[in-house]
Structure formats: structure tokens, C-alpha cells
């Protein structure tokens, strides 16, 4: 999930779905509820973690940051260098999971689902098409970008940064980021904070209640997310326009197009079936912990 949300495009819930810890993540982030937040601000700890899977949220949280960490180098390096492979390993691994998770829907092919699919995959590809817009700098908007933004750790398809660039707030945040002990910043960065927290906690209770009354359904919109989201993952694109942010590029628009049939396409497909294998193989996998357990 760390590599995921270093690369831009790719979302870390995509990764959750793929490794099959996604529902428990879901229930693990709306555990932490307002008893929790009232128990922390009266310094009451021991009661305020009792309800909380620290054995599966502590290393999920160091294993992020420490991909980040670790990984953030190697990521950038091949997306600067190798993207056209980078990006087809990453369409690959989606798509397998598209499969893997339409198989675990009952009833695929009954009409409520096949709706869900459909509007979970127009809402994806609508989203990663938008075009970045121009937005106040003002609390209430950063609080609202901060709500927003978070979403997209358990949305899978749907990268979180992208979305602070569609807000136009990806340079106004990253900025007071780099110098957060100016009062200004410092101010900022709590709002968003706030919002991130808030976005988190209620969007975590949604996708836990439809899941729980509609499970079927919202696997299906979930699965449709990620068969729009490919439209940003597919690996040849051309920029169409793009903004310099502190010395780095963003691609704001892009078209895909599709290649000539040469070596790199070739190499491509066979950077695509790795992708592809590695989650047959993780479900393959689960299942055997699974029979075992």
C-alpha cells in the first residue's frame, strides 16, 4: 500500500483489495470512533485502544511508511525511466484483481450487481478524467480538500494525490508541508489534518454499513472503481497538458493511445502477465491459509 500511494494514479486500497485485508482495513480504520477520540482528549489510553486492532493497524502503518521510505527512490526511478513496464506491471495487478473480485460477488450477473459494476466504473473513469481546478486557499476549503483527498486510501482505483490536484490543492498542501513551523502552515496543515481524519472515520462507517447491508452490491461499485480507474493506469498515454509544482512535472491531462507493435510493446505484456500471475498467485495463496485455517 506504501508503494501504491508513492505512485500517482494507483491507489493503496487497489493494493488492500489485491492482498485481501481490504474489509478488515475498513473495519479497523471506523473502530476508531468518537468513544476513541473522547477517551484519547481525557487521557484515558488503556480504554481508548482497548477496542482497536493494534496487531493489525501498528504493522500495516509501519509497513507503509517504511515502503515509502524505502521504496520511494526505486518507484520514481522507474516511472521516470521505465514507466511504459512500470505502468503495465500496474495494469496487470489490476486487472487480475478486477477478475479475482468479481469472482467472490454472488450473483455477478444479477441486475442490482451489474448496475453497481456500471456505475462504479463510470464514477471511476469520470474521476481520473477530470481536469484540475483553481480553488480558494481559505481553512474551510483546505478542511473540505483534506475530507476528499483521504477517501481515496480505501477507494480503491483512486489515487489521493490525484485528487489534491483535481481540488488544486496539491501545491497549496505539499508547500505547507515543506515548512510547517510558519504559523500560516502550521494552521494549514492541522485544518487539513482534521479534514483528513474526519473523511476517514465517516467514509470508513459507509463502506462498512454497505458492505455489511449490501455487500454484493458495493463489492460490485468497488470492482467498477477499478475497471474505470485503468483508463489512468493504461500505459501508453501523451501529455496533454501539464504544471511545474516546486521543480517537478504533473500531468494534468493526457490521452491514451495504442502502441506499435515493437519490442517495448512486447516486453510490455511481459511486465503486464507478471502483474497478472503475482495476484493469481496471492489468491491461490489466501486460499490455501484459508483450507489450512
Known sequence: MGMADIIPGVSGGTIAFITGIYEELINAISSLDHHFIKNILSFKFKA????????????????????????????????????????????????????????????????KNLLGLGIGAGLG??????VPVNTPNDYLYTFF?????????ILPGISGAFLLLILGKYAFVTGALKNPLISNN????????MGCF??????????KWALEKHHSVMMAIL??????????????KIALETKVIRDKTYILKEANFFP????????????????FV??????RSNRGVSSAG
Not at 125 to 130: E, G, Q, T
Not at 223 to 236: A, D, H, Q, R, Y
Not at 278 to 283: A, F, H, N, T
Request: proline residues 3%; glycine residues 8%.
Open 223 to 236: 470492482t467498477g472503481f477499478m475497471i474505470g480507474s485503468l483508463k489512468k493506469v493504461w500505459p501508453w
Open 186 to 193: 502550521f494552521f494549514t496543515i492541522m485544518v487539513f489534518c
Open 198 to 207: 474526519l473523511g476517514l472515520i465517516s467514509f470508513s462507517k459507509f463502506i
Open 145 to 153: 480538500a483534506g475530507m476528499i483527498a483521504i477517501c481515496a486510501m
Open 48 to 111: 481508548a485502544f482497548k477496542e482497536i486492532p493494534l496487531n493489525f493497524l501498528i504493522p500495516l502503518f509501519f509497513g507503509i511508511i517504511s515502503a515509502i521510505l524505502l521504496t520511494s527512490r526505486i518507484v520514481h526511478f522507474l516511472l521516470d525511466n521505465y514507466s511504459i513496464y512500470t505502468w503495465a506491471f500496474f495494469f496487470g495487478l489490476i486487472v487480475s484483481s478486477v477478475i479475482f473480485l468479481g469472482k467472490k460477488i454472488d450473483g455477478f450477473f444479477g441486475p
Open 260 to 275: 506499435s507493435l515493437d519490442s517495448h510493446f512486447y516486453i510490455a505484456v511481459g511486465f503486464f502477465i507478471i502483474g
Open 278 to 283: 503475482i495476484v493469481q498467485l496471492l489468491e
Open 125 to 130: 473513469y469520470v474521476i481520473v478524467s477530470l
